[in-house]
């Protein structure tokens, strides 16, 4: 606290809804995490190996790219869209990467993120010229990208052959005994959060998300900011092909695609807001966790991997019910 | 009179006593004891922040207190919702209408109360209707039950919020209290009238409680009144014996004087270059060549009727509209801005009338709001300097005197003032702004805040600032101007000096005007 202002004012903070708010948001930053210990203590004493180093390896692996493509969508989800597009988009670069890693190495991956990269620029500066909402435009390019990949492969999947070796690092290296994939993923929310704490625009997304008319008015380019969080998007979608792809040795028109429900699940079960304005990296990290704790102990209660996708659709559900800021739903609408 | 003779000796309709309720951090209402007597209509005042909405919301049943009990004819009631509410027999008109568009008169009338009109589910349309044509014809009003709530004027609306506030007599024996919070603040002249007309009506079957901070309507209708400040209810007057001066003096707790304008401390304009000019600027449909020119330290009133352009240019010299025809200079330059981004680089900072949507970014600090504009002052590179960003934000708060428990603060939390406050912090903070557009800088501010404003508006431009204003009042405009340029249909009929007791009156200006 400041002892710059006198504390005697009291004639502020009132006519408020104060009460509901705050003890709501409050509880939004700290459940997620009481859930995640509860699920990985009631794994472990269903299924003692679990804590062992090979089955965190393991989790790592299959978390990173869960996170990563939930890291781009927080950006997107925090200034009150919807990227429907990213694991879709992420597919697609899992078939430029194998389809490039032949002609141009190593650098056919940074040739396929920057690609990505591009791709998701344009479909926020659609989103914001058009003026359509962003949940339209990504169903679209969902659509777009699955059939861009499909004429690509003629609908096959891309077997990597000995290029492979060019992107085996990424499956190979382990540092400190964590699986590169997982510093990858992990890193990358980290440098997102700590820069979203120290960059003077760093807190411009959350902003769009509250309030776009005050940020325009304020004279802040809420065009480029919407362009910038699906170019983030499309950036994280690369990362994660990246990592699919080393991990499957292949590229496939629909690789990614069934991670978009868990990515969606990942980002509300942690925390931040679907409306916008609230949340960030770090909550996407503990929700991404959570999910893939999740599915670790639905198997180990012996529940079939069909039912996955049941639970995820359910967790989004409940989560933003949960969750939802709703004295903000009736100013927005 | 015999009536309200009669009602002194009566049993108070309402008895509010001892009520406390205290929030995190906050006493909203401290002991607060109040009645409301039988036909009675009982004014209750205070700026934004005394308790009054924090009473109101007690007495609709959305807070529960803390201490204290409330009586209705003497018996003792506790409220769960605003149903329990209703039910006791008060009657809520809110600031904001709270009527469903899509609907019938009659359905909004018996919102929520419809039980006795319905067959297994069913509407009973013509009781439905015969029971909200009674509430109705209490007010005199000519609105059918049947027609859409839609097709309907504001003032309309207005009639139906106070029959469906009446409705509430149906469930409870006995005369209702109607409360009216803040039922003028978005009323033309000539609909207040009916609106007091009204007022004078539901005397007859009901105690009314006005909420306003319009201290001469409040004047004007009230029987009693009760001055609300800092959650105490300091004062208890006749408006027979008390004046608008003394209300005030209660209200804010300061002398109000002639001073309200802070008219003495109009400097006068030096001889400098103009820092905005415009010429022949038009926009198709909403204004024609309008040329004006504001120099440092000067404010330029800008009057005019609904329609006249004046919203629009403002908008245009933002950058957030475009025009299609003329010129801008700035400083010397010529500008042309497609969006806010490039005229807030220019040097240009926009007060927006929109406080809630455009103002502020509620659900950010009062830092991130204070930064919003500019935060150059306070980076390191990319990079925010924390020390830096807490140095200059509690600089601001100080000097512009924001009251908030911290700049860590949510915005939202703050009063409408404080919150004016901090839109003007963002923009005094950033040392490229030269010109401030101020688009109705004190609506809907009580009038402390309002003189706040004011001494705010004098500051700046002691400080070189050039000022364009539209005000809320014309008399707000010339008060404050030193030069009032008059628009009409589009186009500028008239410019006024408006030294210090050389200004012109609002009747003069008016002839232009229309």
């Known amino acids: 606290m400041d002892g710059v202002t006198p504390m005697t004012e009291m004639t502020q903070t009132k006519n408020v809804h104060v009460g509901a708010g705050s003890s709501q948001s409050r509880l939004i930053a700290i459940l997620p995490l009481i859930v995640l210990i509860v699920l990985v203590a009631a794994v472990t004493i269903r299924q003692p190996s679990f804590l062992n180093i090979r089955s965190l390896q393991s989790l790592s692996i299959s978390l990173a790219p869960i996170l990563l493509l939930g890291l781009g969508q927080t950006f997107v989800v925090l200034t009150g869209g919807i990227d429907l597009s990213n694991a879709a988009l992420a597919s697609l670069g899992t078939v430029l990467l194998a389809m490039w890693l032949p002609h141009f190495g190593v650098g056919a991956a940074a040739l396929m993120i920057i690609t990505l990269t591009l791709l998701g620029f344009v479909v926020g500066w659609v989103s914001a010229t058009a003026q359509i909402p962003t949940f339209i435009v990504t169903l679209g390019a969902m659509g777009l990208w ?147 704790v999740l599915r670790v102990g639905l198997s180990a209660i012996g529940v079939d991997a069909a039912y996955e996708q049941v639970v995820y659709g359910a967790v989004i559900i409940l989560a933003v019910a949960l969750t939802i800021d709703r004295s903000r739903m009736q100013v927005v609408k | 009179m015999t009536q309200l003779m009669s009602s002194e000796m009566a049993q108070p309709t309402l ?58 004819n003497g018996k003792e009631v506790s409220f769960k919702g605003p149903r329990d509410s209703a039910r006791a027999g008060i009657g809520m008109v809110h600031q904001e209408q709270s009527l469903v568009s899509a609907v019938s008169v009659a359905e909004n009338i018996l919102l929520g109360a419809e039980d006795q009109s319905l067959t297994a589910g069913w509407y009973r349309w013509s009781s439905l209707n015969r029971r909200a044509q009674r509430q109705l014809d209490k007010i005199g009003s000519r609105i059918r039950p049947t027609a859409s709530l839609g097709t309907l004027t504001f003032a309309q609306k207005q009639m139906v919020e106070l029959a469906k506030a009446l409705a509430v007599e149906e469930e409870y024996d006995g005369q209702p209290v109607i409360v009216l919070d803040e039922p003028t603040s978005v009323l033309e002249s000539d609909d207040l009238e009916t609106l007091f007309a009204e007022i004078e009506r539901l005397r007859q079957v009901a105690s ?18 009760y001055v609300m400040k800092d959650g105490r209810c300091v004062a208890e007057r006749d408006p ?51 040329s004006l020119e504001v120099r ?23 950058g957030a509209d475009s025009y299609d025809a003329g010129e801008v200079w700035l400083s010397g330059k010529r500008v042309r ?97 030269k010109v401030l557009i101020l688009d109705h800088p004190t609506r809907g501010l009580d009038v402390g805040a309002k003189e706040d404003v004011y001494a705010l508006i004098r500051e700046l431009c002691a400080r070189d600032m050039a000022i364009i204003l539209l005000g809320d009042t014309l008399e707000e405009v010339i008060a404050l101007s030193h030069r009032v340029v008059v628009m009409r249909d589009g186009s500028i009929s008239a410019l006024f000096e408006a030294a210090p007791g050389r200004k012109p009156t609002p009747v003069e200006l008016v002839k232009w005007m229309v």
């Open chain 2, 15 to 72: 008895q509010v006593e001892n009520l406390t309720k205290t929030f995190p951090g906050v006493i909203a209402l401290d002991d607060v004891s109040l009645e409301v007597r039988p036909h009675e209509v009982v004014g209750l005042i205070g700026e934004n922040g005394a308790g009054k909405s924090t009473l109101l919301n007690i007495l609709s049943g959305l807070y529960a207190p803390d201490s204290g009990t409330l009586k209705m």
């Open chain 2, 337 to 433: 801005f497609s969006s806010p981004v490039g005229a807030v680089r220019a040097g240009i900072g926009y007060i927006p009338t929109e406080r809630r949507l455009e103002g502020i970014a509620q659900g950010m600090s009062v830092k991130e709001n204070v930064l919003l504009a500019d935060s150059r002052a306070v980076s390191r590179g990319p990079f925010l300097d924390p020390r830096l960003v807490k140095e200059l934000v509690s600089q601001w708060v100080m000097k512009l005197n924001i009251k908030t428990p911290n700049i860590d603060a949510d915005v939202a939390n703050l009063s409408g003032g404080n919150q004016q406050k901090v839109i003007l912090a963002k923009w005094l903070s950033s040392p490229r702004v």
């Open chain 1, 146 to 292: 699955g059939g861009v990949g499909m004429v690509l492969t003629g609908e096959a999947t891309v077997q990597i052959g000995s290029s492979y070796q060019a992107i085996a690092w990424v499956r190979d290296t382990l540092f400190l005994q964590i699986p590169m994939p997982a510093i990858l993923a992990v890193g990358a929310v980290l440098l997102a959060a700590a820069l979203m704490a120290t960059l003077s625009s760093g807190r411009k997304f959350q902003a769009i998300g509250l309030a776009e008319q005050a940020v325009l008015m304020s004279g802040g380019s809420t065009f480029l900011l919407r362009c910038v969080a699906f170019a983030l998007s499309g950036l994280c979608a690369g990362l994660a092909a990246l990592v699919l792809t080393a991990s499957q040795y292949s590229g496939a028109p629909h690789l990614a695609d069934s991670l978009l429900l868990p990515v969606i699940a990942a980002i509300v079960v942690g925390g931040t807001a679907i409306t916008g304005g609230r949340g960030g990296p770090m909550r996407t990290l503990v929700g991404a966790s959570i999910i893939v």
């Open chain 2, 296 to 318: 440092p330290g000067e404010v330029l009133g800008i009057a005019g009727v609904q329609g006249a352009g004046r919203e629009e240019l403002s908008r245009v010299l933002f």
């Open chain 2, 240 to 290: 027979k014996t008390v004046d608008v001066d003394e209300l005030y003096r209660l209200m804010v707790g300061r002398e109000s004087s002639g001073q309200f304008y802070r008219e003495a401390q109009q400097a006068p304009v030096r001889d400098a270059e103009p820092v905005l000019t415009t010429k022949g600027l038009t926009k198709k449909g909403c204004f024609v060549d309008v």
């Open chain 2, 208 to 225: 009314v409680v006005f909420v306003s901070h319009r201290l001469d309507e409040v004047l004007r209708v009230s029987d009693r009144v």
